[in-house]
């Protein structure tokens, strides 16, 4: 009965910012490492951001400088903060854990559409 439910994402124009969250339910989540992963059509999903149970962050070198991820271990929600979007930033967006064998077990949930475009 893990849930990991996105939301924040959106219609935006090129330069601007959406916030992102993950609300994650059914696990005891400040344990966790997570990340949040992307999918545009036509390619595979990635990587964009992770961050440890203790808070130490990593980003894919598209979004370096661009993107923040964060937690909230209290409200069991993990955000990400995208700031100067480009259009090549349009996917859909998904949280999960930073664990493959985790990842691998269970199941991703509906994601969120961020679009850039004018």
């Known amino acids: 009965q893990v849930q990991f439910v996105e939301s924040g994402g959106g219609l935006v124009q090129p330069g601007g910012s959406l916030r992102l969250s993950c609300a994650a339910s059914g696990i005891t989540f400040r344990v966790y490492n997570m990340a949040w992963y992307r999918q545009a059509p036509g390619k595979q999903r990635e990587l964009v951001a992770s961050?440890?149970?203790?808070?130490?962050?990593n980003y894919a070198d598209s979004v370096k400088g661009r993107f923040t991820i964060s937690r909230d271990n209290a409200k069991n929600t993990m955000y990400l903060q995208m700031n100067s979007l480009k259009p090549e930033d349009t996917a859909v967006y998904y949280c999960n854990y930073n664990i493959p064998s985790m990842i691998q077990r269970g199941s991703w949930g509906q994601g969120t559409q961020v679009t850039v475009s004018s």
């Open positions: 961050i440890t149970s203790g808070g130490s962050t």
